[in-house]
């Protein structure tokens, strides 16, 4: 195996573990709807997770950890995609703002920086006009 194999193999597992993360969030309300679904299945495709693999994922998010990266650029877009898929339905509640916070924890985030953020994300997606 070469080291860009065992590199490729690393971020794919990284991808698989971010989507993991994301599906348990979307699960956080009790079901996935119909606009949280079309955005999971273009993070899958955007994240090169296979059907098979979402296939599982969805049935079994919590067999997969959660692997931050490392680079702030790579935290800051799995930060984002999180977002995406709260606001899918163009709200966000209280839970869903606390879970966004301990994800971004669980990123690395600063408690200072999470709680930016969270801000950010949420003037981002904002309801459109």
């Known amino acids: ?30 079901s996935i709807n119909k606009e949280e679904k079309a955005v999971l299945k273009r993070l899958a495709f955007k994240l090169d997770v296979s059907k098979d693999e979402t296939k599982d994922i969805l049935k079994h998010p919590e067999k997969y950890p959660l692997i931050p990266p ?9 930060l984002h995609d999180l977002c995406a898929i709260i606001y899918a339905d163009y709200e966000i509640d209280i839970e869903e703002r606390k879970l ?5 924890l669980g ?13 950010k994300c949420v003037e981002q997606f904002k309801k459109p006009a």
Request: charged share 25%; hydrophobic share 35%.
């Open 100 to 104: 966004i916070y301990k994800y971004a």
């Open 1 to 30: 195996m070469s080291i860009s194999d065992i590199y490729s193999s690393g971020e794919h597992q990284s991808n698989i573990a971010h989507f993991a993360a994301i599906v348990k969030l979307a699960n956080a309300d009790g």
């Open 70 to 78: 490392y680079s702030l650029e790579e935290r800051i877009e799995r």
């Open 107 to 119: 990123l690395g985030f600063t408690s200072t920086r999470a709680k930016e953020e969270l801000e």
